[in-house]
Antibody, heavy 116, light 106 residues
Framework: EVQLVESGGGLVKPGGSLRLSCAAS????????MNWVRQAPGKGLEWVSS????????NYADSVKGRFTISRDNAKNSLYLQMNSLRAEDTALYYC?????????WGQGTLVTVSS | SYELTQTPSVSVSPGQTASISCSGD??????ASWYQQKPGQSPVLVIY???KRPSGIPERFSGSNSGNTATLTISETQTMDEADYYCQSWDSTTGVFGGGTKLTVL
């Protein structure tokens, strides 16, 4: 069974940092591009970042560029999101999602709350 | 920045056809995907590459994409189809979602 499980969310103060993880199983992780997508409470979906399968090309939404860093460890079947200089507007449920053009598998999400 | 625009809400009676649109500049030149999200659940891919259905998605879900508009069509809508629906595409290397459409079946 294809499965993505996010972890690492929590409460952090503005300006703080957090590292999210996504553990993948049930498929050949190294063969797939991966993404982070977030959803603020009561709001819509927002694409955050993507990383390609082989070359490791990384892309970011303008709203997080320079503050967030996506990475992957294919040996550990894991995806990461390092989030620095966090702001209140980064408060959201963060999903990892599999795919290059479309996102065909999603985790259950991990909640990040940025508040003093 | 590139934007995808969706009508905030659509209502349909059970058994009728629901159409949900997504507009963006030259959207038809890119692939569009659609996701269904029910309250408290993660999104589910229902249409990709404009018209394709993933395994397990009922045939009543179909899609089209031409010009500036992509459309998700749900035929013979059922109460279980009530959900938020999001379109998604790419602006070069940046992913973009529409604002979402709440489908009410009543």
């Amino acid at each position: 069974e294809v499965q993505l499980v996010e972890s690492g969310g929590g409460l952090v103060k503005p300006g703080g940092s957090l590292r999210l993880s996504c553990a993948a199983s049930g498929f050949t992780f190294s063969s797939y591009s991966m993404n982070w997508v977030r959803q603020a409470p009561g709001k819509g979906l927002e694409w955050v970042s993507s990383i390609s399968s082989v070359s490791g090309d990384k892309n970011y939404a303008d709203s997080v560029k320079g503050r967030f860093t996506i990475s992957r460890d294919n040996a550990k079947n894991s995806l990461y999101l390092q989030m620095n200089s966090l702001r209140a507007e980064d408060t959201a449920l963060y999903y990892c999602a599999r795919g290059e053009y479309q996102f065909d598998c999603w985790g259950q999400g991990t909640l990040v709350t940025v508040s003093s | 920045s590139y934007e995808l625009t969706q009508t905030p809400s659509v209502s349909v009676s059970p058994g009728q056809t629901a159409s949900i649109s997504c507009s963006g500049d030259k959207l038809g030149d890119q692939y569009a995907s659609w996701y269904q999200q029910k309250p408290g659940q993660s999104p589910v891919l229902v249409i990709y590459h404009d018209t394709k259905r993933p395994s397990g998605i009922p045939e009543r879900f179909s899609g089209s994409n031409s010009g500036n508009t992509a459309t998700l069509t749900i035929s013979e809508t059922q109460t279980m189809d009530e959900a938020d629906y999001y379109c998604q595409s790419w602006d070069s290397t940046t992913g973009v979602f529409g604002g979402g459409t709440k489908l009410t079946v009543l």
